[in-house]
């Protein structure tokens, strides 16, 4: 983190503190002294606007969208045109994260490598992404307004309550809740291309309310 200019360590339920951490983590003390240390996953994202999971297992059928992952590169860039504070969430070292823990994100990444040894020690995926949005926040970037925490709440909401007014079946629904929700995330919609979204659903429920 200090390599490339992060300081902001949010840790769940770790391990202690002791002197080898820190005789490990060399120069960079501050940030283990700053670290913020919560024992569950949702209290610990919820001053976040937008999350990034990552895990080495993607689903490469696009029907199940929980683990329909971004690559790096791509993400990256899009992540430079964010306001607000963003989550890098990293699973544990045996198992990485659990299902709900990366529903409650609003992408995954995945760190492209050989199909023969899909993980990567923690540290050096931790690293490979680092190095990557480092490099990338001093390229030039055209200023690009997205949307925000309570505009991708109410976005959300919207759809849902569309897929509620067209008796879109309970069993599928949850599952199409999540695979709108990687689809916004991927795409980071700006302002304008989110009010003109909420204007068409808006319009759409009220048609749909109307008929009732």
């Not at 700053?34 to 209290?43: G, Q």
């Not at 599928?172 to 302002?191: H, N, Q, V, Y």
Request: contains cysteine.
């Amino acid at each position: 983190m200090a390599n490339f200019d992060f300081k902001g360590l949010i840790l769940i339920n770790p391990c202690k503190l002791d002197d080898e951490c820190y005789n490990r983590a060399m120069h960079a003390h501050e940030i283990l002294d700053n670290a913020e240390i919560f024992d569950n996953f949702k209290d610990s994202i919820k001053k976040m606007d937008y999350l990034v999971a990552s895990s080495s297992i993607e689903s490469q059928n696009d029907k199940r969208h929980l683990r329909n992952a971004s690559d790096l590169e791509d993400l990256s860039n899009k992540l430079m045109d964010i306001k607000g504070n963003i989550g890098l969430v990293f699973g544990r070292e045996d198992y990485g994260l659990f299902n709900e823990e990366i529903s409650l994100c609003d992408t995954l990444l995945r760190i492209q490598t050989s199909d023969s040894y899909l993980s990567m020690n923690l540290s050096h995926a931790v690293s490979i992404v680092l190095y990557r949005l480092y490099i990338d926040k001093f390229q030039e970037k055209k200023e690009k307004k997205v949307i925000g925490k309570i505009e991708k709440e109410k976005l959300f909401d919207f759809f849902s309550q569309i897929l509620d007014e067209i008796n879109y079946p309970n069993h599928k629904k949850e599952k199409t809740d999540i695979m709108f929700k990687r689809l916004m995330g991927r795409a980071i919609p700006s302002k304008w291309e989110y009010h003109t979204m909420m204007g068409v659903f808006s319009r759409a429920l009220k048609k749909m309310k109307e008929k009732k």
